[in-house]
Structures are given as C-alpha cells and as structure tokens.
C-alpha cells in the first residue's frame, strides 16, 4: 500500500480503532488482483453472487482470530452503510453479506438498522484520497443509542484511506461504542 492508504489506516489508529483485514486487492508485485481481490472485484463489479458466497465463506474465517472482548460480551456486527439503497442484485449488496458471514461464524450479533447514513454523497471509489474524509463526514452517519457500551465489529468490502471507516467509528464513538473494530475483506492502493 502507498503513502496515501497508510494515511487513513493511521487515523483509525488514532481513533483506537483495530483493523482486521483478510487480504490485499492488489498483488504488492504488479498490478494483477490477488486471490481474494479477484473475488471481490467479481462479486462488487459484476455482480456475481458465486464470488459473493466464496468471498463471505472466506471472511467468516476472520471471526476465529478475533480477541475476546475485554469485558467478555458479545460484539455487535455493522455493515458500512451504503452510498445507495440496497438492491435485490447477487443477494444484496456485498458488504451486507460479508457481515452477516461473520455474524454467523459468531462473530456477534448482526445489526443492519445500528449506523444509519442520513445523506446521499458520491462514491469514494474515484475521488481524489485527499477529498475523501470530507465527503465521508458528509454523508452523516449516525450510530443508534444501542451501540452505547458495547463492542462493536464495523464491516467494509474495502478500504483504500480509511475515510469511511473512519467517519463510522468515530459516530460509533460518539454514541459510546466501547471499543470499534473494522473487518475488511482487502485492502487496495491507487494504481
């Protein structure tokens, strides 16, 4: 990953928030997709729901080496919200079914309805890094009262900043999350 990943990677750093992540997008070699990244972009570009199953049947391996919680309580499990309404295409959209993967692997408890965004924004996959985190506080996300101590598992398809992440968690916060993890299935660079 470039300099510009690393940055956002840093903030949730900042933020005490741990990342999780199962594979980079990109072979670190050349500009060939990894395994997993040729997954992802299967089920995230085409729409192809075996890519999909494969993709989560994968993910759900990263709810065994997650820590115990310091208090011992189960963990809540949060897609990212997405930019626009869900649709019916390859069962849903992916990073829906890659948290509910892990939620069924006993990662915690699946909840959908925990972060809701409250404004529609552009997506990030094209903007310039610099002017993601902006529109990643624009679209306004807000955490329910429920997330108020508890640990909760934030869940993305892939990150390339952080900026998303980064606006989840800290609304998790702000709502008195007691500790945020994020689970990513990769982590990409601008090539």
């Known amino acids: 990953m470039n300099g510009e990943g690393a940055v956002g990677v840093r903030s949730l750093a900042r933020l005490g928030v741990e990342l999780v992540l199962l594979a980079d997008y990109w072979r670190p070699d050349c500009d060939e997709r990894t395994d997993v990244g040729r997954l992802v972009h299967r089920a995230k570009d085409h729409d192809d729901p075996g890519a999909a199953r ?8 990263l709810a065994e080496g997650l820590a115990e919680t310091r208090d011992g309580s189960d963990r809540l499990v949060v897609p990212v919200p997405p930019t626009l ?37 552009p997506r990030l996959r094209h903007a310039d890094p610099q002017q993601r985190p902006e529109i990643a506080a624009a679209a306004g996300y807000r955490a329910s009262g429920e997330a108020a101590g508890r640990h909760v598992l934030v869940v993305d398809d892939v990150i390339l900043t952080g ?29």
Request: aromatic share 2%; net charge positive; charged share 20%.
């Open 54 to 61: 494969q993709l989560a049947d994968r993910f759900a391996g």
């Open 85 to 121: 309404p869900a649709t019916d295409a390859a069962g849903g959209l992916l990073v829906d079914v890659l948290a509910r993967s892990l939620a069924a692997a006993g990662a915690g408890e699946y909840r959908c309805d925990l972060v809701v965004r409250t404004a529609a924004t």
């Open 163 to 191: 900026a998303t992440l980064g606006a989840v968690a800290a609304c998790l916060q702000d709502a008195g999350a007691a500790t945020v993890t994020a689970a990513v299935a990769a982590r990409t660079r601008r090539v």
